[in-house]
C-alpha cells in the first residue's frame, strides 16, 4: 500500500507555488515566494562596494541573510537578536553559496548585492523556498543596474532553484510540508541551476538508513520540482 500525503498530493508534486515580483518599493530586486503555507518575502540590495578582503580586486560579491519572524510558526519563537542560531547561520550561507554559484562576480564590478530573506509564514522547506525566490530578487536587481548603465551584461550565468525530497513510509515524496518533514524517515534539501548541475545535496537518514536506488528516486523527484520551480520563475521575470 503507497503512502497517502496529508495534502492528497501526489508522491511528485510540488506544493501551489507563487512567487509576485516587485513587492518592495526600495529594495533594487524583491519578491514573495509561496510554497504551500510558507511565504518569505526576498530583497535585493545593491551596495556600491565590497567586504574588505576584495577590496581594489575588481569582483564583486553576494550574499545573505535569513530570518524568522517570531509568529511565523505554531508558536513564538525567539527574535533572534544579539547573534544568529547555529540554524539561521547555516541557512544564510547555503543562500549565499546558491546564488554565488550562478553569479559572475567579476561582471558585476566592485559592488556587493546583498539578499534577505525574511519568513513570514513557516510550514517547510523555507530554506529552498527563501533560494528559489531569492534568485528571482537578485535577477531583478541586476536587471535594474542593466537599465541605469551600471552593468553592460547581466552577471548572472545560470537560474537556481531548491526543493525538498524524503521519504516517509519507504515511499520517496517531493517537496515536504512542516507534517511531512517532521515524520521523515530521510530529509533531503537540493539545489540546481539551470543547466541541472548540483550545487548543493543536504541528505540526512532522520531514523532509517537510504539505498543508492533511494537517492537516485529522490534525485530524479528533485529535478522535477525544479523544472516546474525554474518555470515559475520565468514566469515571475516574464521571461
Known amino acids: 500500500m503507497s503512502y497517502t500525503r496529508i495534502d492528497n ?20 530586486g524583491s519578491a514573495l515566494i509561496e510554497v504551500g503555507g510558507t511565504k518569505v518575502i526576498c530583497t535585493a540590495t545593491v551596495e556600491e562596494r565590497v567586504p574588505p578582503f576584495l577590496r581594489n580586486k575588481g569582483t564583486g560579491w553576494v550574499t545573505a541573510e535569513y530570518a524568522m519572524l517570531p509568529r511565523a510558526t505554531n508558536t513564538r519563537t525567539q527574535r533572534e537578536t544579539l547573534r ?10 547555503l ?8 553569479v559572475d562576480t567579476k561582471l ?11 519568513v513570514i509564514q513557516a510550514d517547510g522547506g523555507t530554506r529552498c523556498a527563501s533560494i528559489t525566490g531569492a534568485y528571482v530578487a537578485l535577477a531583478l536587481a541586476c536587471r535594474k543596474l ?10 548572472i550565468i545560470s537560474e ?12 520517496s515524496i517531493l517537496d515536504l510540508c512542516y ?10 534539501n537540493i539545489v540546481c ?4 548541475k548540483f550545487i548543493e545535496i543536504q541528505g540526512t537518514a532522520e531514523r532509517e538508513p537510504f539505498t543508492r536506488e533511494q537517492m537516485n528516486e529522490m534525485l530524479a523527484l528533485a529535478e522535477t520540482g525544479i523544472n516546474q520551480l525554474f518555470a515559475i520563475q520565468r514566469n515571475a521575470l516574464n521571461v
Open 108 to 118: 558585476l564590478g566592485e559592488r556587493q548585492i546583498f539578499i534577505d530573506c525574511d
Open 179 to 188: 507534517a511531512e518533514d517532521s515524520n521523515a524517515e530521510v530529509d533531503m
Open 160 to 171: 537556481v532553484a531548491a526543493v525538498s525530497v524524503g521519504i516517509i513510509e519507504n515511499t
Open 84 to 93: 544568529p542560531s547555529g540554524r539561521t547561520q547555516e541557512i544564510q550561507r
Open 193 to 196: 541551476t539551470g543547466a541541472g
Open 9 to 28: 498530493r501526489t508522491l511528485d508534486q510540488i506544493r501551489n507555488t507563487k512567487i509576485t515580483a516587485n513587492i518592495s518599493p526600495y529594495a533594487e
Open 95 to 102: 543562500i549565499g553559496r546558491s546564488l554565488r554559484a550562478v
Open 146 to 155: 542593466m537599465k541605469k548603465g551600471a552593468l553592460k551584461h547581466s552577471p
